[in-house]
């Protein structure tokens, strides 16, 4: 035990005795746990954030839409005449279908399923006493594969049918009340099919006191919303010109959701709130009236109006709750707003008064549902389990009272993309982290092997004293454990700091304390065992090999077997095989969708490893094949005498020295190769999602014309744009589900897009990469000489098995007054359509379409900008709103929506992706940076601790300092210069793999970028750390003791 | 400075070379971590041109830091050192190099021949810094005449101790100093190298004239210089 703590203390007086030494080792294990930590801490900042992130945007989190809403509807009542069964034993069940409410219940479908434990007796079923035939020898309850149930028609108030049924006991049952209820009922009106026995309709208001006590919710408010005709909004005599939408909410549903605006004026008991768009077209004002028009035979609403509203921004109001259109927005400019007291007391008698008349003309029934806002702060930062949170809060809002409504569950929704997006987010992170921790043991070990060579003299000194190996490899651990030891520390440490000074105290404190603790434990346990690893290696194999050769066991000068054998050769082709088999299987293909859809991506790790085996197998290749080719030259040249000093002794030094020297050079090389592959990678990242953004809009600004404005968006308004900043302009007739296709096979509800071929191609981001028939240019080409040609998306192609010049039929502006089929031609094929990336089906020429249409107004137009950066677009946005025709005295964005390709960027930063892959990437380059500098710096001090004899002997034969301190600054020049020149190469060889993995993540497929500028400012700062270090080297060398060192052995 | 000392001629095997070394209250303290060592404390000494003098005395008593003063490659606390008309403890360290590669040969105990160079490279590189012409035929004519030539083309870690010795005498005199300082060059040989190595350095200094110091433990190498200086705790014990 005392020899172990006098060993103690001779490692502890060696390494605070060698300060320059000891710094050498740690700078290299700080610098690598630090960018290992950081890239912890990092991921534990970065997804603290993720479900804010997420849900930020979301304005309905949960959404119960009561599919009964008029007084309860249909019921449907199950009864089994027996208690008890015995095998064989058959029972009577009775179905009882009773119609509650006021208005009559359309295609009622009664559905039973088989039960395991009965079996449907052939011929039993009745409806009011008469038989119904079997299908197919089955149960007309459920019929076919499909298991379709009995549409027994339309149930009018007040009326039940009853359908008995027998079913036999395949086996004995205890209590048939035990068995599960299976029968279901739906009808047009309420197509989600309800349970049999299901509790009678609860009151909206009671359900939202009920379901605002569920624990997780923070809020849970009624809302109706009733669709009304045409002119039965009026004052003075005077009706709005279109459809009317009636809202019913209360003051604390505006207060829950702020995208419902006032302009002026405010809510009040009793009075109406009318939209801006109401209010013009009838003239009103605050404390004006307005009447609204009832059904069944109720007298008109009169309503003091006290305020004016804004809903353009309050999109979910306006979006389907229908299930074939789920959330698709349709804006009804026209609004009023009562509150509840107002509806229950007037609207809604009235609809249920309508309702109950025979041949009732109602074409809608007011859609009444509960908003449910969820307590966002109690959600896990994780969107994975904030999913789980929601899911089980969704659970318990839809157990209460369940049977007569459906749930949309948008938040649950969003998070699940969200915890997809963090999986991929944090495989991401891998990806770019990894290479930099790999790179971090590497520095370690380079740094394990310069300390071990300077250790050589005190380990033959000890060996002298009669040290064994054991003694040695002890000391060695000692050592190691010491460095490593506080080098993580501090790397941790220094790890946490630059990511404090990256993210933010805000956003890296959002992660809980638990979470930091345990990448702290990890990064400084993980971090001490690399790096004593790698430390500890090359000073065991030193000694090992040292011991050998005092013992005469081999007297051989050892080289890496990396040098000796083609491992660099293998490890590349093995890297070459596994990128072309990824390929091969479609593995960097990208799933339909992207993330500006809203959709989730895929990243399987695995293909994570061809990229690392070809970064670290090219460098040592490439070094490898540079020091075979200047072995060569050296042998080439033989013995030569001495002519120039400088160049005579670095030449010798360099090529009798190569492994040294190579060492130096796949060290630098490696780091630059990384430091290269991410500044590509970010360039590639950035300007992907530029791109991306850029054919999400269309192209550099779109301008969609507000709901809000009453002002006509004749496609000819384009020309007005002629402004300055503006290189191009081009309408486009967009919207969901405007058209049916159909071919000679099938036919399909389509979105159309209507374009003008002359000017879509200059304005629009448009590549010849979404075409699979042809070039961009081709394509338009081929629309402008046949009008009625279509070009198809190949999916819907696919399914409708159509190809090029196929003859099909296409309904035109659907749903519209002006819809019209018309014969066209398949022309194209493409894969995504700028604008709408992922919901456009065709596109037609648009001066076919209006002339089949006579519809003269554009969806929205696109703006190509001359100057794309941020500034140059917001100029040309300003050019564009002195357009008196656009902006007609107004701001522009009254009357447009203006969207930038940049503002496009902005919307994906806050609120979907969590993928900061931009700050991990200034992460990683810093540490890069970092990790450069101390290679090349370790490099030069290395040389300096394993040739400072070597020096101050040059000095006593006379040579001069400064030819000493050229030969260092050569030395290291040539050591980083063909590092550097090496790992721009490898660099942009991994990066090319590297950036395959953003194929699934953007909607364009990016390519490989070389940032030039960035890496010459790398090269140049692996060159000014070469000539920083040398000086400091030199200043050294002159301060070393001569006679001291010259006298060692 | 670097002017005033003239390059001179290949030298040929006339005698004459020798340069005095002059030495006058010298002192040299260092601070350590334990404390101020003084490692001479006003020593003054003259050796003659073309004479041999062995310094000898215990561990730590100064000897090698006075070689080391007297080669130039330290500067001394206080106190004067001329070599030839040179006052060297008062030279710039870029005028001490010119000094050192063109008038003195140095023979350190471990050789330290550049590990990188051959024998042969070892002694050329001394030649050229010396401002002379690596002549490939005089340096195999050296080696020849220390009974190496037939480990020309050998680098130091392919050499036995001797051998290295042997190179590194050569590379103290192939460009024939005026002066030669040897710190401990037989410590680490055995008999038969040691007498070999004794051998040449006196050799050379009886046929070139060139000034010897040497610094040894060794009672038998340093009664074959013409004198022997002892040294105590870094002050003159006298001629023994």
Known sequence: ?1049 | MIGSIEPREYPATAKGWGLRVAVTALSMRYTTASGPIRALDGVTMTVEPGTSVAIVGPSGSGKSTRLGILGGLETPTSGEVRVGPHLLSAMAEPDRAALRRRHFGFVFQAGNLQPFLTASENVGLQAVLAGLADEPAQTRALLESLDVISLERRFPDELSGGQRQRVAVARAIVHNPGIILADEPTGSLDGASVNRVVELLLQHHATHGATLVVVTHDRAVAERMSTVLEMRAGRMAGPT
């Open chain 1, 1 to 1049: 035990m005392s020899g172990q703590v006098t060993l103690g203390g001779f490692v502890q007086r060696d390494l605070f005795r060698n300060p320059r030494r000891t710094l050498t080792s740690l700078v290299g294990v700080v610098v690598g746990v630090g960018l290992f930590s950081a890239v912890l801490f990092f991921i534990d900042g970065s997804g603290a954030s993720m479900t804010r992130r997420a849900v930020a945007p979301l304005t309905l989190d949960m959404q119960r839409v009561l599919t009964t809403p008029l007084g309860g509807g249909i019921r449907l009542e199950q009864t089994m005449a027996d208690d008890a069964l015995d095998a064989g034993d058959t029972t009577l069940v009775t179905l009882t279908i009773a119609n509650d409410g006021f208005a009559p219940a359309h295609e009622v479908v009664v559905r039973v399923p088989p039960n395991v434990a009965l079996e449907y007796v052939a011929d039993s079923t009745d409806q009011n006493e008469t038989p119904i035939v079997d299908v197919a020898g089955g149960s007309p309850l459920f019929q076919g594969e499909a298991g379709t149930g009995l549409n027994i028609g339309t149930v009018e108030p007040a009326v039940s049918v009853r359908i008995t049924y027998r079913l036999r006991a395949t086996a004995s049952v205890a209590s048939t009340a035990d068995l599960p209820v299976r029968a279901t009922i739906s009808t047009r009106e309420a197509v989600t099919p309800a349970l049999a026995n299901a509790p009678r309709a609860t009151a909206l208001q009671t359900l939202a006191d009920t379901v605002a006590d569920v624990p997780g919710v923070a809020a849970a408010d009624p809302l109706v919303l009733v669709d009304m005709a045409a002119e039965t909004l009026t004052a003075r005599g005077i009706a709005v010109p279109g459809p009317v939408k009636l809202f019913a909410f209360d003051t604390r549903y505006l207060s829950h959701y702020p995208s419902v605006k006032i302009r002026s004026g405010s809510m009040r008991q009793g009075g109406a709130l009318i939209s801006a768009e109401t209010a013009r077209a009838l003239s009103l004002s605050v404390g004006g009236t307005v009447t609204i028009e009832l059904p069944g035979g109720a007298a008109p609403l009169s309503l003091d109006v006290t305020g004016i509203t804004d809903l353009s921004g309050a999109r979910p109001l306006f979006e389907s709750r229908e299930a074939g259109t789920l959330e698709k927005f349709r804006y009804v400019p026209f609004t009023v707003v009562v509150d509840p007291s107002v509806y229950s007391d007037q609207v809604e008698p009235a609809f249920e008064a309508a309702a109950a008349e025979r041949d009732s003309a109602l074409n809608s029934l007011p859609l009444e549902e509960l908003d449910v806002l969820i307590e966002r702060s109690i959600l896990n930062s994780d969107p994975a389990t904030a999913f789980a949170q929601t899911s089980g809060i969704a659970e318990a809002v839809q157990g209460v009272a369940s049977g007569q409504d459906y749930l949309i569950d948008n938040i649950s929704n969003t998070l699940h993309v969200a915890a997809e997006d963090a999986a991929v987010a944090k495989r991401l992170f891998v990806f770019l982290g990894l290479p930099g921790g790999i790179l971090a043991a590497i520095l370690t070990a380079y740094a394990g092997t310069l300390l071990a060579g300077a250790q050589r003299r005190e380990n033959a000194l000890l060996r002298v004293r009669g040290a064994a190996r054991k003694h040695l490899l002890f000391l060695l651990a000692l050592r190691t454990v010491a460095i490593a030891g506080v080098g993580s520390l501090l790397g941790t440490v220094l790890g946490f700091a630059t990511v404090l000074a990256l993210l933010g105290r805000s956003i890296l404190f959002e992660a809980s304390p638990a979470a930091l603790l345990q990448s702290t434990l990890i990064g400084v346990s993980g971090g001490m065992l690399v790096t004593a690893l790698a430390l500890y290696v090359p000073g065991r194999s030193l000694i090992t090999r040292e011991i050998k050769q005092q013992l005469n066991i081999s007297s051989q000068r050892t080289t890496p077997s990396w040098h000796r054998l083609p491992v660099d050769l293998i490890a590349l082709a093995i890297a070459v095989a596994l990128q072309l088999v990824a390929l091969r299987l479609g593995a960097f293909d990208a799933p339909p969708g992207s993330v500006y859809a809203g959709q989730a991506v895929t990243l399987p790790l695995q293909l994570l490893v061809a990229p690392i085996i070809a970064w670290l197998a090219g460098t040592l290749f490439i070094a490898h094949l540079l020091q075979e080719i200047t072995a060569r030259a050296a042998s080439g040249r033989g013995a030569q005498p001495f002519t120039r000093l400088r160049s005579g002794v670095l030449w010798r030094s360099i090529t009798r020295r190569l492994t040294a020297l190579t060492g130096g050079v796949v060290t630098v090389g490696l780091v630059v190769s990384l430091g290269t592959m991410l500044a590509c990678f970010a360039t590639v990242y950035d300007t992907a999602k530029v791109a991306d953004a850029r054919f999400q809009v269309g192209s550099d600004i779109r301008l969609t014309p507000n709901p809000t404005s009453d002002r006509p968006h004749p496609t000819a308004l384009s020309a007005e744009f002629d402004v300055s900043g503006v290189a191009g302009a081009t309408p486009v007739v967009f919207s969901s589900q405007n058209s049916v296709l159909t071919s000679d096979f099938n036919e399909d509800v389509t979105s159309l897009a209507a374009i003008d071929p002359d000017t879509f191609g200059t304005v629009a981001a448009l590549p010849d990469s979404v075409f699979v028939s042809g070039t961009a240019g081709r394509m338009l080409s081929a629309l402008r000489s046949t009008p009625d040609g279509i070009l198809v998306n190949i999916a819907l192609a696919e399914g409708l098995k159509l190809k090029i010049g196929d003859p099909v039929e296409v309904l035109l502006a659907r749903d519209t007054d002006q819809q019209t089929r018309t014969p066209m031609r398949v022309v194209g094929l493409f894969t995504k359509f700028p604008g709408a990336a992922q919901g456009t089906d065709i596109v037609a020429n648009l001066d076919f379409y209006q002339r089949e249409t006579g519809l003269t107004d554009a969806d929205y137009y696109l703006v190509a900008s001359s100057d794309r950066s941020v500034p140059g677009l917001d100029r040309t946005v300003q050019g564009l709103s002195e357009v008196q025709a656009l902006s007609a005295g107004q701001e522009l964005q009254q009357n447009f929506e203006v969207l930038t390709s940049e503002t496009a960027l902005d919307r994906d930063q806050s609120s979907l992706t969590a993928l900061n892959v931009r700050g991990l990437l200034q992460l990683d380059s810093f540490f890069t940076f970092l990790m450069a500098a101390t290679a090349t710096a370790m490099f030069v001090f290395g040389m300096l601790l394993q040739r400072r004899r070597e020096y101050v002997t040059l000095r006593a034969q006379g040579m001069s300092s400064s030819d000493i301190r050229a030969l260092v600054l050569a030395e290291a020049g040539i050591s980083a210069t063909l590092g550097t020149a090496i790992g721009v190469l490898v660099g942009i060889g991994m990066a090319s793999q590297f950036v395959q993995v953003l194929r699934p993540i953007f909607t364009l497929s990016p390519a490989l970028a070389v940032p030039k500028a960035e890496l010459a400012v790398l090269a140049a700062l692996v060159l000014c750390a070469t000539a920083l270090s040398s000086a400091a080297a030199a200043f050294q060398i002159g301060r070393l003791k001569p006679t001291e060192l010259l006298r060692d052995e």
